[in-house]
């Protein structure tokens, strides 16, 4: 039940996102420049927006990365449900 609601809610935020979006002609000064000023203004203004999405992988990526890491080891230090022994961390298996 509660997997269904954050769904719901995740789809809802996406579709009011899709939505409210607007075409966007955000290119710098110089690649509009460079577009309009091209032979091929179509294949020129693909290849533009290919470069731009390419060069979003790599952060993307690596924030993704590092949000797993993090949240794969949330409870590492200080955890409710550890007991600390010297340097080892040892699961507790008192369940109340």
Do not use: W
Not at 49 to 75: C, D, E, K, Q, S
Request: aromatic share 6%; net charge negative; charged share 15%.
């Amino acid at each position: 039940m509660k997997t269904q609601r954050i769904l719901f809610i995740v789809l809802a935020a996406c579709m009011m996102l899709l939505a409210g979006s607007e075409p966007a002609l955000a290119q710098c000064a110089m690649c509009k420049t460079a577009i309009e000023n091209s032979t091929d203004v179509t294949a020129a203004s693909h290849a533009l927006n290919l470069a731009a999405i390419v060069l979003l992988v790599p952060p993307v990526t690596i924030f993704a990365g590092l949000f797993a890491v993090f949240y794969r080891f949330r409870n590492i230090q200080g955890g409710a449900d550890q007991t600390e022994h010297g340097d080892l961390l040892i699961p507790s298996t008192d369940h109340k």
